[in-house]
């Protein structure tokens, strides 16, 4: 069945080949819409939920950097329901074509989406709604696209809010009139325009898209759709914007990435299990988790099959991982089969997947406003190790005790979250 709203067929691309530099240790193995989240989901988990529960069916996930751990989670659309006979959730990885037979890595989202302009074209739609794969938020895209619609836009951008206006210059930033209609856009100014910035959620007219792209891609090299195709479209005078209620996070840093899980911690997130809108994810049985009578929790995520007899505070624990006896984790992120053993203090640190930090190891800095640090995929750090604040080990790397500076580097700094 195709996607039909408002009587418009609609189709998703979901923008999933962004390399996430920023993101590093955790996307030096694994694509950065494939990170998880909360350990339990993958940061493309949010929109996949959001477009099936929106009512959307015809999504296309445009890959590059990294695919096959992505595609083993994507499991062909079968966790949301996509996997259909016409339609549903569609791969779309680099090629090679008549027309560039060597085939080419995009420059860019607006590039990426310039790619694929004779697809768009033979599937025929009338509307095109785009995102990225590694924000968190809860939206409804068809109300949206009956915005966008009632218009008559050429594009319509989800907008949110930022709490500190001084991030706005890593985003989008939007001015529009009481209408709704954008008066004014900038692409990661050096002087914001205010706390309104884009979602990083847009809604195209379909002909208007693939015409403007086309034009866009004779004058010159396509890159982000903020640098030429956004304000090409606002040009036209029929750009509007579309506010977000309610949370949205960026998380292609790591302090966003740890930020948004503590946000959740405190509550200020938003529901994931509601009957009407339940997140979903690719469902692997585990075993219940085990707390033993040494175990101390306060404030703290705790996943299936894992195993707690330490003390996890203000912190998620993912599936599979263990604390030991004696083992304290505070403010913290243990991946899904991560080990701490006993007597390891873990503290404002991310521990990534399968590593193991040993016997009486230290780290992170042992306040709660210390710098982060991150030992990568399947790294180990040996007894007695220390890794310091604002330090990093990148994956299947060994830390020894009096060696640490051998494989440890300090993080590159970047104290803005995402929102």
């Not at 218009?151 to 809010?161: D, F, L, P």
């Not at 982000?224 to 005078?237: F, H, I, K, T």
Request: aromatic residues 6%.
């Amino acid at each position: 069945m195709t996607t039909r709203i408002a009587g418009k067929k609609v189709l998703a691309i979901v923008l999933a080949g962004g390399k996430g530099s920023r993101l590093s240790p955790l996307t030096t193995e694994r694509a950065k819409p494939a990170v998880p989240f909360l350990g339990t989901y993958r940061l493309i988990d949010f929109p996949l939920s959001n477009l099936v529960h929106s009512g959307v069916q015809d999504v296309w996930v445009v890959e590059q950097y990294l695919p096959h751990g992505l595609n083993d989670h994507l499991s062909g659309g079968r966790p949301w329901d996509l996997d259909r006979t016409r339609g549903g959730l569609v791969v779309m990885p680099p090629f090679s074509s008549p027309e560039n037979e060597d085939g080419e890595f995009a420059h860019g989202n607006a590039h990426a989406l310039a790619q694929h302009v004779p697809l768009m074209r033979e599937f025929g739609p009338d509307v095109v709604l785009v995102m990225s794969a590694d924000h968190i938020y809860k939206l409804d895209y068809s109300e949206v696209i009956r915005a966008h619609i009632r218009h008559g836009a050429s594009v319509t951008m989800v907008t949110t809010e930022l709490a500190d206006e001084a991030q706005a210059t890593r985003f989008g930033n939007v001015r529009a009139n009481r209408e709704g209609k954008v008066t004014q856009f900038a692409y990661k100014p050096d002087q914001p325009l205010g706390k309104t910035v884009t979602a990083e959620v847009f809604v195209y007219d379909a002909k208007i898209l693939m015409e403007t792209l086309e034009e866009l891609e004779r004058q010159g090299e396509l890159g982000d759709y903020g640098e030429e195709l956004l304000p090409a479209l606002v040009a036209r005078g029929d750009a509007y914007v579309y506010p977000l209620e309610g949370y949205w996070m960026d998380v292609g840093t790591l302090d966003a990435y740890m930020q948004t899980h503590q946000d959740f911690l405190d509550g200020q997130g938003f529901e994931l299990d509601t009957p009407d809108w339940p997140f979903i994810t690719s469902s692997i049985a585990r075993p219940p988790t085990r707390v033993h009578g040494s175990a101390r929790l306060d404030h703290a995520y705790v996943c299936g099959g894992a195993v707690i007899a330490g003390e996890v505070i203000s912190s998620v624990v993912g599936p599979n991982a263990v604390v030991e006896e004696g083992a304290s984790v505070r403010h913290s992120i243990v991946q899904p089969g991560a080990v701490i053993r006993a007597g390891a203090r873990v503290s404002r640190a991310i521990v990534d997947v399968g590593a193991v930090v040993e016997e009486g190891a230290v780290v992170g800095g042992q306040s709660a406003n210390s710098r982060l640090s991150v030992i990568g995929a399947h790294s180990t750090v040996q007894a007695g190790a220390k890794v310091g604040p604002g330090h990093i080990v990148e994956p299947r790397q060994t830390v020894r005790a009096g060696r640490e500076g051998e494989v440890t580097q300090p993080a590159e700094r970047d104290d803005q979250a995402g929102k």
